[in-house]
């Protein structure tokens, strides 16, 4: 199972810093919707140069004009694009065959999505490289959520999926147990005091 680093901050010099301190203990280096929103794709750009070893995962969250806007993303250096798993079929096929251009995937993230299990066959039929079972920061704070709820519905829908949300030292096995191609972890490493030894401390827990 793979580790993937969500790092949510607003500025490229912070998403360098983050970078290049959690880069030996992870294998996927995601820049976050509100980093992209905040710097546009030249943290892309500047996170690949970096690092270009790494897999670099644009947290576009694409919900219309799927192949135009995965296209801009992997010409800038994106290894994995997402696109939300409640936009339409139309819009997912599109990013898909820009990512058969450029030889790169699409992610299609589940957030929001009631059946997950159902749409996440949908998305991977439809050509996504493997499905995000996801519950945001919004949806964690609500009453009642369970990070099991995420493990299960990976289980029950029978394709390649990574589990994001709430993702730590002490979960991260329950997620490989669940069968989950990659785990992806946000705050438990970016808000650490030391946010190398806590990205190493997960990778420690990955059997």
């Known amino acids: 199972m793979q580790l993937?680093?969500?790092?949510?901050?607003?500025s490229i010099d912070a998403a360098l810093e983050l970078a290049a301190a959690a880069?030996?203990?992870?294998?996927?280096?995601?820049?976050?919707?509100?980093?992209i929103k905040s710097e546009g794709?030249?943290?892309?750009?500047?996170?690949?140069?970096?690092?270009?070893?790494k897999i670099v995962f644009a947290d576009l969250k694409t919900m219309d004009a799927g192949e135009l806007e995965a296209d801009i993303?992997?010409?800038?250096?994106?290894?994995l694009v997402t696109v939300l798993g409640s936009a339409g079929n139309s819009t997912i096929a599109g990013a898909v065959k820009a990512a058969e251009?450029?030889?790169?995937?699409?992610?299609?993230?589940?957030?929001?999505?009631?059946?997950?299990p159902a749409r996440a066959r949908q998305a991977v039929a439809l050509g996504a490289r493997f499905?995000?079972?996801?519950?945001?920061?919004?949806?964690?704070?609500?009453?009642?959520?369970?990070?099991?709820t995420l493990l299960d519905d990976g289980k029950a829908s029978g394709v390649p999926f990574s589990v994001a949300?709430?993702?730590?030292?002490?979960?991260?096995?329950?997620v490989q147990a669940a069968g989950a191609r990659v785990a992806v972890a946000g705050s438990a490493i970016y808000s650490a005091p030391d946010v190398a030894a806590a990205a190493a401390k997960i990778r420690a827990a990955i059997s």
């Open 4 to 10: 993937q680093f969500a790092m949510d901050t607003l």
């Open 23 to 35: 880069a030996p203990h992870v294998d996927i280096l995601e820049l976050g919707t509100p980093l």
């Open 41 to 53: 794709l030249a943290a892309i750009t500047a996170v690949k140069k970096a690092h270009p070893d």
């Open 73 to 79: 993303a992997f010409t800038a250096g994106a290894d």
């Open 101 to 116: 251009k450029h030889g790169k995937g699409i992610v299609v993230d589940l957030i929001g999505v009631a059946d997950k």
């Open 131 to 148: 499905v995000e079972m996801h519950a945001g920061l919004d949806e964690q704070a609500e009453p009642g959520f369970t990070f099991q």
């Open 165 to 174: 949300g709430g993702v730590s030292a002490t979960s991260v096995a329950s």
